[in-house]
């Protein structure tokens, strides 16, 4: 279940941030700086975010990724909100999107890790290649349901709605257990 939800909030992650880009009439350079951007500070946080999880552990670094990523959508939400698309400055965008990355990267990362560790080594690539399609089965239902709602009401709204939604994931963040955890637990109940 966990794997077919959201990796956090993917709005400044997927399709509705091109659009945004588009709305806010930024160029096409600018759009290709904010992409840029946006990959290299994604990339960096996959770095950190795996350093972080081995040092801290894993679902306690998932659940802070998955949580942090809520605050730059709503950021950008209630700007849009409080004084319109219009009001938002370029380089106010790239750094809410780059944000956005490098923090969607670290949860990115992790989640990853998390699934690579719940796979049983007899059918490791059957298994994880299913949680991979149940991730992109999320981005494709994310990207979905969040142009309808940007576009009947508003980027404001779905901003608000994604940072709802991230509560499912956060919810099931406690109950994963790797592998490794689960050899554990079963050898201290015998």
Request: hydrophobic letters at 55%; charged letters at 10%.
């Amino acid at each position: 279940m966990f794997a077919f939800l959201p990796t956090g909030t993917m709005a400044l992650a997927y399709a509705s941030l091109q659009t945004i880009q588009v709305d806010l009439g930024l160029s096409n350079n600018e759009i290709s700086q904010v992409t840029l951007l946006n990959t290299i500070f994604a990339g960096i946080g996959c770095v950190i975010g795996g350093y972080l999880a081995d040092i801290f552990g894993l679902r306690k670094m998932l659940f802070t990724f998955y949580f942090l990523l809520i605050f730059p959508g709503l950021y950008l939400g209630t700007r849009i909100y409080m004084a319109g698309l219009e009001d938002i400055h370029t380089y106010e965008f790239y750094t809410i999107a780059t944000a956005h990355g490098f923090i969607f990267g670290m949860g990115f990362a992790v989640s990853i890790a998390y699934f690579m560790g719940a796979t049983n080594p007899m059918v490791a690539a059957t298994q994880f290649t299913v949680y991979m399609a149940f991730g992109n089965l999320a981005i494709m239902v994310s990207n979905y349901w969040q142009g309808i709602v940007s576009e009947h009401m508003g980027y404001a709204n779905m901003f608000f709605i994604e940072s709802v939604i991230v509560i499912l994931p956060l919810i099931l963040i406690p109950f994963l257990r790797t592998r490794e955890e689960m050899k554990a637990e079963q050898t201290l109940i015998r």
